[in-house]
């Protein structure tokens, strides 16, 4: 069966830091991946998604990046945190591309202080 | 693109009562329909689905039925417990590779 991982479940930052979330799939192969962001009581807002190694699609710009080095594998980064930046971070994958049902990670609570 | 529209609240419900969220939905075609729910601290969950026009989707006490008619996907539940207050969501594919999301109903239940 399949499992989607993030790392760290919480983290505390400061303005001007850097950032890197990480998240990973097993059980499936060339899945597509997403990140998306839940500011305190508000609803998803997707970042980013990747259909494929080295392929990133942006949908909001801002300060963050987010990389996909390995099939599985997909990064979000900062280079400097601002306040704006705190939230809980879910990366979610699709992998049958007959059906659109994503699956979701357990999610990071970033707080940028 | 496909848009969702869902009930805001939040709901406020004793346990054993009836629950039902609102979520209707512009698109083209017939695409497929979610319902998602987050507990207090954690990502999404797939609740449940309906792939086609007329189908009923059910999971965990939960039915919504897919109603081309209404354009609806109504979330309901005959006797809600303590243990479902969450956040629920409705959502729907929008272009090839993305879900468009509703904005989320948080429910309290209270005993």
């Known amino acids: 069966s399949q499992t989607i991982h993030q790392w760290p479940a919480t983290l505390v930052q400061p303005v001007g830091s850097p950032l890197s979330l990480e998240c990973t799939v097993e059980g499936t192969s060339n899945p597509n991946l997403y990140w998306y962001r839940q500011a305190a009581g508000r609803g998803l807002q997707l970042l980013f998604y990747?259909?494929?190694?080295?392929?990133i699609s942006s949908e909001v710009p801002q300060n963050l990046s987010a990389s996909r080095p390995q099939d599985r594998q997909f990064i979000l980064s900062s280079k400097k945190l601002l306040l704006s930046d705190s939230g809980f971070y879910l990366c979610?994958?699709?992998?049958?591309?007959?059906?659109?049902?994503?699956?979701f990670g357990p999610g990071t609570r970033l707080t940028v202080l | 693109g496909n848009s969702v529209t869902q009930m805001e609240g939040p709901v406020t419900l004793s346990e054993e009562a009836f629950l039902t969220i609102n979520c209707t939905y512009t698109?083209?075609?017939?695409?497929?329909l979610f319902w998602y729910v987050q507990y207090p601290g954690e990502g999404l969950q797939l609740l449940l689905k309906a792939t086609k026009a007329d189908d009923k989707g059910s999971n965990k006490g939960f039915e919504a039925t897919y109603r081309k008619e209404t354009t609806s996907f109504h979330l309901e539940k005959g006797s809600v417990q303590v243990s479902d207050s969450a956040v629920y969501f409705c959502?729907?594919?929008?272009?090839?590779?993305?879900?468009?999301f509703g904005k989320g109903t948080k429910l309290s239940v209270i005993p």
């Open positions: 959502a729907l594919p929008n272009g090839s590779y993305q879900l468009t």
């Open positions: 979610a994958w699709r992998g049958d591309l007959n059906h659109n049902e994503q699956f």
């Open positions: 698109a083209t075609g017939y695409p497929s």
């Open positions: 990747s259909v494929g190694i080295g392929q």
